[in-house]
């Protein structure tokens, strides 16, 4: 989906059309630029009665004020002083949301007092309106969002280099938001294995260099696991290698590694029918992997990352894997499948052991909508971490804080590692009752050898999440923003 939003910025108000917002922090003060609409003191008084304090995200709306504006917006955007971007972004989509039903929108950033609503500030509420402004209406055949053109909204701040560069960032990044979560929101009688592949050849487009890997490459690399869960399907599997060289030729790659079930019916070990449709977002890990190789070369980062992606479809079928098989994974460790809806650790398994074969990178961070105990555990406000690396642990959750894609740590220990040994083969893809998160985890790890590794545990924040302010999509587009932040804090030259 394009932004039904155009998003400039502007050193002088273009013309008093449409709705004007005007930002007050904490404490109330209109700023300066309200001067004319402020004359007769009616929007001081509007305040007033609405017992606006600035605090963030409280909103007045004035319909028809004195002047050309169809209607002033004053925004509330709180105590500034720490604010990070989930701060600015959580404003950019209540704006969005306020100035709803008109088209032209300008927004004048400057505020009361000698505080300055900093360059990264600026285009945080650029990408949060953005993002607010996403929905998914590929199939709504009538009209499209109340007919409506799509909204032009100018901030009026005076040009800059950081601006400038904050904003093609932040465009950059936020148009990885919406490739990822349209990835998620398209059904997958649309989007199978190859049609998602084919997606991920459209990052060719940004300076990608893609590679699809198919069923006979997948064979000849001894991808049994992976290949085991895909034999139910009539549609074959692919696995995409997506890299992005924008580091020094011989730096050693960042890689992340994304679970692609483009449905998950549990195969054989069949799921209930109830709410099965969400399994159509069982491919949110390779989603965001997606979406952050986008956001890398859109914004050109100065990183050499890989995306490794496995797409299958897990369906029963005459051919589908069976309870008891036993699959020998591209390590060469034999798996005994006694759960075929434990598909995705199945899939991971060759798609790590080939990544940090092939590229040794410098950490290795999979995202997959794994387990449904992470619901159980963290709900729908963290991602479920598992790592052999503290630095790695700690660089993703202060990346969660800043952007609030959140995640907490959960333990790895060699008495749940024991859970999943098996009597018939060297381990089984399930552990007991108990602990199936960790067991999940413990699972990956033995496809991972000398490399910082991290496992997102993405089930309950990549679909399915609680609306905010600036994503009112099914589809979060989680990890996107989170590890593009990683990256850029700590792994850019
Ligand atoms: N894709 C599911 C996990 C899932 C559940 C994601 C709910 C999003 C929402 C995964 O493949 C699965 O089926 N896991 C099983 C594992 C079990 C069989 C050990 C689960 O969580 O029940
Ligand atoms: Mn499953
Ligand atoms: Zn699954």
């Known amino acids: 989906m394009t932004s039904p939003l155009s998003i400039r910025f502007a050193k002088s108000v273009p013309g008093e059309k449409g709705a004007l917002v005007l930002l007050v922090s904490e404490g109330g003060e209109l700023p300066p ?66 100035c709803k039903g008109s088209e032209t929108v300008t927004v004048e950033t400057e505020i009361a007092g000698k505080d300055e609503i900093p360059a990264d500030g600026l285009a945080a509420i650029a990408g949060g309106a953005k993002l607010r402004a996403y929905s998914f209406d590929t199939y709504k055949t009538k009209k499209k969002d109340n007919g409506k053109k799509g909204v032009k909204m100018t901030f009026v701040a005076p040009a800059s280099t950081a601006l400038r560069n904050a904003w093609k960032d932040m465009d950059g990044v936020t148009d990885g938001v919406y490739f990822a979560r349209d990835l998620v929101n398209e059904p997958a009688n649309i989007l199978g294995p190859v049609e998602f592949a084919k997606k991920a ?111 299958v479809e897990n369906m029963p079928d005459g051919n589908a894997q069976r309870p008891g098989d036993i699959v020998t994974s591209m390590s060469g460790q034999t798996i005994e499948v006694l759960n075929t809806d434990a598909e995705g650790r199945l899939v991971l398994a060759d798609c790590l052991w080939y990544t940090e074969d092939r590229f040794k990178p410098k950490f290795m961070i999979n995202l997959a909508t794994l387990t449904g105990a992470i ?35 959960m333990p790895l220990d060699k008495e749940y590692d024991k859970l999943i040994d098996s009597k018939n083969a060297d381990m089984k893809n399930i552990g007991g009752r108990w602990a199936g998160s960790i067991t999940a985890g413990q699972f990956l790890q033995r496809f991972v050898r000398d490399v910082p590794w991290a496992h997102l545990d993405v089930a309950g924040t990549a679909m399915g999440s609680p609306k905010n302010e600036y994503s009112q999509s099914w589809a979060s587009g989680f990890g996107v923003r989170l590890l593009n932040r990683l990256v850029a804090d700590s792994y850019e030259k």
């Open 201 to 311: 050849s459209e990052l060719e487009k940004l300076g990608c260099e893609v590679e699809i890997l198919d069923e006979k490459k997948l064979k000849s690399l001894k991808m049994g696991a992976l290949l085991g869960v895909a034999q139910g399907s009539v549609r074959p599997a692919r696995v995409a290698v997506i890299q992005w060289n924008g580091g020094k030729a011989k730096d050693s790659p960042v890689a992340f590694v994304g679970k692609g079930v483009v449905f998950d019916t549990g195969g054989i070990s069949i799921k209930p029918a109830a709410g099965m449709e969400d399994m159509k977002g069982d491919m949110g890990g390779a989603a965001a992997v997606c979406g952050v190789m986008h956001a890398l070369a859109a914004r050109k980062a100065k990183v050499n990352a890989v995306g490794v992606i496995g797409l």
């Open 33 to 98: 630029a309200a001067g004319k609409v402020n004359e007769s003191g009616r929007v001081g008084k509007a305040m007033k009665v609405a017992d606006f304090t600035g605090k963030t995200g409280q909103t007045v709306d004035l319909i028809a004020p004195d002047g050309d504006w169809d209607r002033v917006v004053i925004v509330g955007i709180g105590d500034i002083a720490d604010a990070g971007e989930d701060h600015w972004m959580k404003i950019g989509g209540k704006i969005f949301a306020a």
């Open 375 to 409: 619901i159980v555990a963290l709900g729908n406000h963290h991602a479920g971490l598992f790592s052999n690396d503290d630095d790695l642990s700690e660089g993703l959750t202060k990346a969660g804080l800043a952007t609030w894609e959140r995640v907490w740590r």
